[in-house]
Nanobody, 111 residues
Framework: QVQLVESGGGLVQPGGSLRLSCKASGIALSVRTMGWYRRAPGKQRELVASISDRGTTSYPDSVKGRFTISRDNDKNTVYLQMNSLKAEDTAVYSC?????WGQGTQVTVSS
């Protein structure tokens, strides 16, 4: 049974940082492209970071330079380091292989 479990979300002030984790079981993340997505209230789901099986990363302009995706193959975990957070980063963040999805973790950026 494949499971993706996110953690690390929470409430942070503007300008702060959070690191999200996506722990996988039943599937090897090292051989797959992984993505972090977010969905804010009233908005469509947005891909905010991806990492290929070869380690190539990609980001949209909205988070480029602030977010960093990485993977620890030994821990079968993908991370999303988020710095310089803004109110508009508030959303539920989920990891995905494009087939399997985690349940999501809430990130709220507010003073």
């Amino acid at each position: 049974q494949v499971q993706l479990v996110e953690s690390g979300g929470g409430l942070v002030q503007p300008g702060g940082s959070l690191r999200l984790s996506c722990k996988a079981s039943g599937i090897a993340l090292s051989v797959r492209t992984m993505g972090w997505y977010r969905r804010a209230p009233g908005k469509q789901r947005e891909l905010v970071a991806s990492i290929s099986d070869r380690g190539t990363t990609s980001y949209p302009d909205s988070v480029k330079g602030r977010f960093t995706i990485s993977r620890d193959n030994d821990k079968n975990t993908v991370y999303l380091q988020m710095n310089s957070l803004k109110a508009e980063d508030t959303a539920v963040y989920s990891c995905s292989t494009a087939v399997f999805w985690g349940q999501g973790t809430q990130v709220t950026v507010s003073s």
